[in-house]
């Protein structure tokens, strides 16, 4: 009898205890719900992420390319402001110019002095190395005739490329000597690469000393 008892008392309990495991415990369709909202959850936090770091990827590059104009187009308004005269624009830093007429070219020479502070004469040239073009270089020390560049310095970082670069040189009304006026620059930088990429052209306008 007392084995009999015992053994009721242990299926009930167990029985009991199954009855509670399948009120508490999670079904197949629940278990797959769970795990497509899990999903879904994740890839909204993933995008959300992924967006934000685009953004940000995309600003430092907005940053890079707005520097880099902003320094190389600096230096070139302030030489051309400096520069007594212009003595060639040409597509090409040693190309034949002719300096009777307006032209337009990707390379400017200019008759200037050394510095504000120093006055001895200077020839100075901005240009393209390359067709098409790629970077902006600067040769303090370049007279006319002259196809050493051994002094020129790279004007714009390799993380950017000048994709335009474009001299053109304007005339004051009462002053139209070919080889004074002023100069707008125009200039096209790029940087990064797919959806980063950015690219904006860039313009300024500089006065010769002699063309006011």
């Known amino acids: 009898m007392r084995l009999t008892s015992f053994l009721r008392k242990f299926l009930l309990v167990s029985t009991r205890r199954r009855a509670e495991a399948d009120e508490t415990g999670t079904t197949l369709i629940e278990l797959v719900v769970y795990i497509a909202i899990l999903t879904i959850m ?3 936090i993933l ?12 600003s430092r590059i907005e940053r890079r390319v707005s520097l880099a104009a902003e320094t190389a187009l600096e230096r070139i308004v302030r030489e051309i402001r400096l520069a007594k005269n212009i003595t060639c624009i040409s597509t090409g830093v040693d190309a034949v110019c002719d300096t009777t007429q307006p032209i337009e070219g990707d390379s400017i020479r ?3 002095y050394l510095s504000h502070s120093d006055s001895t004469p200077q ?12 970077q902006v270089m600067f040769d303090p020390n370049n007279p006319q005739g002259s ?18 670069l474009i001299f053109k040189q304007l005339y004051n009304p009462g002053n139209v000597s070919a080889s004074r006026g002023a100069v ?21 306008t500089a006065v010769l000393r002699g063309g006011y």
């Open 47 to 58: 995008r959300s992420v992924l967006q934000l770091t685009g953004v940000f990827a995309r």
């Open 123 to 134: 020839f100075k040239t901005f240009y393209c190395p390359f067709t098409p073009c790629t």
């Open 110 to 112: 200019l008759d200037t």
């Open 42 to 44: 994740t890839v909204i």
């Open 184 to 204: 707008r620059i125009e200039m096209t930088v790029t940087s990064g690469s797919g959806l980063t990429q950015v690219t904006h052209t860039y313009y300024a």
């Open 147 to 164: 196809t050493d560049h051994t002094d020129a310095q790279q004007l714009t970082p390799n993380t950017v490329i000048i994709s335009n």
